[in-house]
């Protein structure tokens, strides 16, 4: 590789955005978190309301596992908000 390429390559690898991880493990976590916390709507919507809550906690966590994983601001932020909210509501029922 040319001294011109590799200057070429590391310029672009400083403006473009980290690739999110991905892999075998992203992927299951995201359908795992993503099915529990359908599982907890559906349960909350049912009048299931104390069996909903495990299920909201593995896909808050799982979606929170994800955020941290691609660094993703926002993801973070909502699970985190999520993750708060379920637990007050715990220590206040």
């Known amino acids: ?8 390559r590391l310029e672009l690898q400083a403006v473009l955005p980290r690739p999110q991880a991905r892999g075998a493990h992203v ?7 993503s099915a ?4 907890g ?6 009048g299931w309301t104390p069996w909903n809550i495990p299920l909201f906690l593995i896909g808050v966590l799982g ?9 993703d601001k926002a993801l973070v932020l909502l699970h985190i ?9 715990l220590v206040t029922q």
Do not use: F
């Open 27 to 33: 992927t299951a976590v995201k359908w795992l978190a």
């Open 1 to 8: 590789m040319s001294a011109e390429n590799l200057t070429t």
């Open 36 to 39: 529990a916390q359908i599982g």
């Open 81 to 89: 908000v999520a993750l708060a909210a379920l637990i007050a509501g």
């Open 63 to 71: 979606w929170l596992a994800i955020g941290v994983m691609w660094r």
């Open 41 to 46: 709507y559906t349960l909350t919507g049912i």
